[in-house]
């Protein structure tokens, strides 16, 4: 803290750099060790999901290079393990490290695509109920009160269910991953629909946008250009928690065997593999995804948090 | 009061009945039910008779009619995996799904309470921190992962408990089923209960610190203090009081959360209960079931709900004095 006191050169104007750094945002990030540890936690783990090709010794997709032979081999470090596999092996002779990290890839798309989807339908529903209000906003919310009651996990459930009926099984087996982000994505969307049509209220009385009303701008370009950047705060928030919550609904949907299947799997589904060699002791397989899982939640939970705290300006 | 209720009341309805034509649509139109009733080389002719005695061809509004008065005396029709009522088959899991809840809802609330008043009263002690670090995670594992390690620690190293199943079960007059009257029934229901609990005893946890921090900073507590009465009259007789309001809202919503969440637990310990059934009828498509556990577990639901907003009209009187106009 000794900088702050030393007198800074005025006329000088700051370098962009140098304003990000300084920016309230930036400094409580600084402050909380706990808060930058969980982003360098997060970004190891995209990173090492995005160039899984690259790190992952082996390619668990590619059946020529997988051995059964070398199936239920425990970690490297225990008695019958083998350095080739750091984590072990499944019981399919996939390295279990590989696997993770080609599993986690999934889970991080299926995650953020979802949450798009969320934000977008619950941000477009938001705007319409809080800007337009009247017949539109009480229809909007009461879809969204009605969905609230229920929990997401059945929503996400029953759509995926719906979709097996339209689609037949070989047609749902392959457009898993669409079908996974659009039942995540539809069951949550009530939430984004909520914050943005409290912040539309607010900000649809205020003089710039009775200024743009005015002078004529068409309704949707006041929304989108003029209210949605001033209610994006809160739907960070609600977005960072929300790829949390979402990547666990991926790998719950996937754990209850309506996920993605064991040729495809994604953290979730090496869980459920798992599971069934729990028994014969074979505890790796489903612990490391497990504990992989546990951690990237934890540490997007861990930001989302953050970002709650350092955006309220009832907390500053 | 009776306003308040008949209103509320008529909000149940209105969910039942968008839950009804969810369900209702599911059922026409995914699959087509003459097609699972008749083999493959039955003749048009006959397929059309068939529809007709079935009512497929009466209108939309008509069908959505009887399916509701069906639905109403639990009528759902035969399920296309099992081929017997869907109605006999969900009542048959029903009691394992209502009591794995129940017992998960006693252990949670009755750890919680304590714990959150603790954690609310000595906030800077380090057992306050470790217990809400403990909770986080409780929150961002899984419960499925929960289970899993539950069962690997307690059934596989250890050996002390089952890991899967009811245990022996004892039929009550009525046809109840009931495990909580014998040893291994009652060995059975501690992991998958505590599993499904656990969740829910975070949140109500923290939930009760968080209200006792913002009851014990109001007036009438300093002045309770300053009349000098003892601390655990403060403490619970006041404080603790008050704080149950929102609580009690949030533990009614629970409830219903941890009925479905029970599908997950169920998955896990292979527990006989309606949430695995429903889990099989979406991998089978099995529309009949699926439809009928979505009104069930909707039924459910709302009355919860009800009840709930009913609870919370008669704890709190401010709702009372404020009439209709209030609410915040």
């Known amino acids: 803290m000794t900088d702050t006191t030393s007198p800074k050169p005025v006329s000088a104007k700051p370098s962009l750099l140098y304003r990000i750094w300084d920016h309230e945002l930036c400094y409580s990030f600084r402050n909380s060790p706990l808060t930058v540890a969980a982003a360098v936690v997060t970004l190891l783990l995209i990173l090492s999901a995005v160039f899984a090709g690259v790190i992952a010794p082996h390619n668990p997709f590619d059946l020529a290079s997988i051995d059964l032979m070398d199936s239920e081999l425990p970690p490297a470090w225990t008695e019958d393990g083998e350095a080739r596999f750091l984590l072990g092996t499944d019981n399919l002779g996939r390295d279990i490290y590989s696997t993770i990290l080609y599993g986690m890839r999934i889970s991080l798309l299926v995650g953020f695509a979802s949450v798009v989807l969320s934000a977008v339908i619950g941000i477009a529903a938001g705007l319409a109920a809080g800007y337009i209000g009247g017949k539109v906003d009480a229809v909007i919310m009461r879809i969204a009160d009605i969905q609230l009651s229920f929990p997401t996990i059945l929503i996400a459930l029953l759509i995926d269910g719906i979709m097996r009926g339209i689609l037949d099984r070989e047609q749902h087996d392959a457009m898993i991953i669409p079908v996974l982000v659009l039942s995540i994505g539809i069951s949550n969307w009530v939430q984004y629909a909520r914050t943005v049509r409290g912040s539309t209220l607010v900000e649809r009385n205020k003089e710039y946008v009775q200024a743009a009303r005015i002078i004529g701008l068409h309704p949707i370009l006041i929304m989108i250009r003029h209210v949605l950047p001033n209610v994006m705060g809160p739907v960070l928030v609600i977005a960072t928690l929300g790829l949390a919550f979402a990547i666990l609904t991926e790998a719950t949907l996937s754990f209850l065997g309506v996920g993605m299947p064991p040729t495809e799997p994604s953290l979730g589904t090496l869980i459920q593999i798992g599971n069934d060699f729990l028994f014969s002791g074979l505890w790796w397989i489903s612990i490391f995804p497990g504990m992989t899982l546990a951690v990237l939640v934890l540490a997007v939970n861990l930001l989302g948090d953050w970002l709650r705290d350092a955006l309220n300006p009832k907390l500053r | ?328």
Do not use: C
């Open chain 2, 1 to 328: 009061m009776v306003a308040f209720i008949l209103r509320r009341l008529a909000q149940s309805i209105l969910v039942m009945l968008v839950v009804g034509l969810v369900a209702f649509f599911m059922f026409q139109f995914l699959g087509d039910p003459v097609n699972q009733m008749v083999g493959v080389d039955t003749p048009i002719a006959e397929r059309e008779a068939l529809r007709e005695r079935l009512g497929l061809n009466d209108p939309l509004i008509i069908r959505f009619g009887k399916f509701v008065v069906n639905a109403a005396q639990l009528e759902f029709g035969l399920s296309y995996q099992h081929k017997s009522p869907v109605t006999d088959l969900l009542l048959e899991r029903l009691p394992a799904t209502i009591e794995l809840s129940m017992v998960s809802a006693v252990i949670a609330f009755a750890l919680a309470l304590p714990a959150g008043v603790y954690t609310g009263l000595y906030r800077n002690r380090w057992s306050s921190k470790a217990m809400l670090t403990l909770s986080l995670v409780g929150i961002s594992v899984p419960t499925f992962l929960i289970g899993i390690l539950f069962i690997y620690l307690f059934a596989v190293v250890l050996g002390w408990l089952p890991s899967f199943g009811r245990g022996d079960v004892v039929t009550l007059p009525g046809g109840w089923t009931t495990g909580l009257l014998t040893t291994s029934g009652l060995k059975a229901i501690i992991l998958p209960a505590l599993t499904l609990g656990l969740f829910t005893l975070t949140l109500i946890m923290r939930l009760i610190r968080a209200e006792m921090l913002e009851v014990l900073r109001t007036d009438y507590i300093k002045f309770a203090r300053a009349r000098g009465l003892t601390n655990r009259a403060v403490n619970f007789g006041h404080a603790l009081k008050n704080t149950l309001v929102p609580v009690i809202t949030v533990t009614g919503l629970l409830l219903g959360n941890l009925i479905a969440f029970a599908i997950i637990t169920e998955s896990v310990f292979q527990w006989p209960g309606m949430g695995r059934l429903f889990l099989q009828s979406i991998q089978e498509v099995d529309l009949p079931v699926m439809s009928a556990y979505l009104v069930m577990i909707s039924f459910l639901f709302v009355v919860l709900n009800l009840v709930v907003d009913i609870l919370y009209y008669v704890v709190d009187p401010r709702l009372r004095v404020e009439g209709h106009g209030g609410g915040h």
